[in-house]
């Protein structure tokens, strides 16, 4: 009961994260379309978002297997 709490916590988390990169990302193109920043500036940026996004999603898939196994020796 409780590892199926911990694994829709993370999977919350992990959605939240992406949620946060869509929104990213979508700041980064209409920056692009209104001619603020060059094109090679836009993949520049989307490159580090998805490079955070990555970074965050293991930190969390990692946390969530410590704590799984934490739980499971009780």
Do not use: H, P
Request: charged share 55%; aromatic share 2%.
């Amino acid at each position: 009961e409780i590892v199926k709490s911990l694994k829709k916590m993370a999977e919350d988390a992990r959605v939240a994260i992406r949620n946060i990169r869509r929104d990213s990302n979508e700041d980064v193109k209409k920056s692009k379309k209104d001619s603020e920043i060059s094109e090679d500036d836009e993949k520049k940026l989307l490159k580090e978002i998805q490079d955070t996004t990555d970074d965050w999603i293991k930190k969390v898939d990692e946390a969530e297997k410590v704590k799984e196994k934490e739980i499971l020796e009780i």
